[in-house]
C-alpha cells in the first residue's frame, strides 16, 4: 500500500531533518544526567533536550523502513514515540549507552506501525510473524541471487527454518507481500455497473429471522417464569440465585442465608430443577433450551 506526501509535506519533514541532525550530540555523563533527571525527576526539560538530541537516531531508522510505502513522516512521528518510551524506562546504573537502549523501542514501534499501515489486511501480531515480514524480502533476494532462480519451494523451506515458520506462513507472507488492497468501490467488468461491494454477502439475519428470535425468547422467558411459579420460596431463592444470576451463589452462602446446611440446599436445588424439567416440559420445550442444566 504506497501512500503519496504532498509538495509541502515533503518541504516540511526536509526542513525537520536538517534541524534535528544540527542538534549537538550528547557525551556519555550528559545523556545518563538527563534521562536520571526525567525518570527521578519528572523533568521535562531534561526530556525535550533528550529528545531532541537523538531525533536523529529516529530519522536514521525510519530511513530504513522507507520502501514499505509509508511517509518518511509518519515514521519518524512512530518513532519518536518509542524514543520518549525509551527514556521513560532506561536505567542509567545499567551502564548502556541511551542510543543501543532507544534503538530498539524506535525499531519496535515503527514496525508496530507499518504493521498496522501497510495494508488494510491484518499481517501478523506473533513474533515470528514479524520477524517473516520484515525479512522475507531480503532473504528471498539472498536466496535468488545464490541459486540464479525465482523463490522455490527449497527456498521457502530455507527460510522457515531461519525464522522458526512454517512453509504455510511463508507462502502466505509472500502471496500478501505481492498483492495490493483493492478498493471495495472498484468497477467489476467492462461495463463499470458493479462494484466488489455488490457481491459481498451479507450474512447477518433478516428482518424475518430477528422476528422470530425475538418471539422465541419472549416465549422461553414466559415458560420459565411460570416453571419458578411450581416452587416454593426456598426452592426459588436457590434457582434465582445460583443459575439465574451471572455470578451464582455458592452453597455455603445460600445455606447461612436459609439456615440450612450445604447438603440441604444441594437437596432443594435438584429438586427444584426437577419441578422446572416437567413444567417446561409440559410446554413441549427441551430444558436444555432455556439453559437449566442438571
Known amino acids: ?5 504532498t509538495a ?6 526536509a526542513a525537520f531533518i536538517r534541524k534535528s ?9 550528559r545523556e545518563f544526567e538527563l534521562a536520571r533527571l526525567w525518570r527521578e525527576e519528572n523533568d521535562e526539560r531534561a526530556l525535550h533536550e533528550l529528545i531532541r538530541s537523538y531525533t536523529r537516531l529516529v530519522i536514521a531508522v525510519a530511513s530504513r523502513f522507507r520502501n514499505y510505502g509509508l511517509p518518511l513522516g509518519d515514521l519518524v512521528q512512530e518513532g519518536s514515540v518509542g524514543l520518549m518510551q525509551a527514556a521513560a524506562r532506561f536505567e542509567p546504573s ?7 537502549y532507544a534503538t530498539w523501542w524506535i525499531r519496535s514501534a515503527i514496525q508496530d506501525f507499518i504493521l498496522r ?5 491484518r499481517t501478523g501480531t506473533t513474533a515470528a510473524q514479524k520477524s517473516l515480514f520484515f525479512n522475507l524480502r531480503r532473504l528471498r533476494a539472498r536466496i535468488e541471487e545464490n541459486s540464479g532462480r525465482v523463490l522455490d519451494h527449497d527456498g521457502r523451506e530455507r527460510i522457515a ?3 522458526t515458520v512454517s512453509i504455510g506462513d511463508v507462502e502466505s507472507m509472500e502471496s500478501r507481500l505481492s498483492a495490493s488492497d483493492q478498493s471495495l468501490n472498484m468497477a467489476v467488468g467492462e461495463s463499470g455497473e458493479d462494484e466488489w461491494q455488490n457481491f459481498l454477502a451479507d450474512e447477518r439475519p433478516g428482518p424475518e429471522e430477528n422476528v422470530m428470535v425475538l418471539h422465541d425468547g419472549q416465549l422461553r422467558a414466559r415458560w420459565l417464569d ?35 446446611s450445604k ?3 444441594r437437596q432443594l436445588e435438584h429438586r427444584a430443577l426437577g419441578k422446572l424439567r416437567r413444567e417446561i416440559l409440559s410446554h413441549n420445550a427441551a430444558p436444555d433450551e432455556l439453559l437449566i442444566e442438571g
Request: hydrophobic share 40%.
Open 21 to 29: 541532525m544540527s542538534e549537538p550530540l550528547l557525551s556519555r555523563e
Open 226 to 260: 411460570d416453571a419458578l411459579g411450581a416452587l416454593d420460596r426456598r426452592e426459588r431463592i436457590i434457582i434465582e440465585a445460583r443459575r439465574l444470576t451471572d455470578d451464582g451463589a455458592t452453597l455455603e452462602d445460600l445455606g447461612k442465608e436459609l439456615g440450612v
Open 263 to 265: 447438603e440441604r440446599v
Open 117 to 121: 499501515n501497510w495494508s488494510i489486511v
Open 1 to 5: 500500500m504506497a501512500y503519496l506526501e
Open 161 to 163: 527454518r531461519e525464522l
Open 8 to 13: 509541502e509535506a515533503q518541504r516540511a519533514n
Open 94 to 100: 545499567r551502564e548502556v549507552r541511551f542510543s543501543t
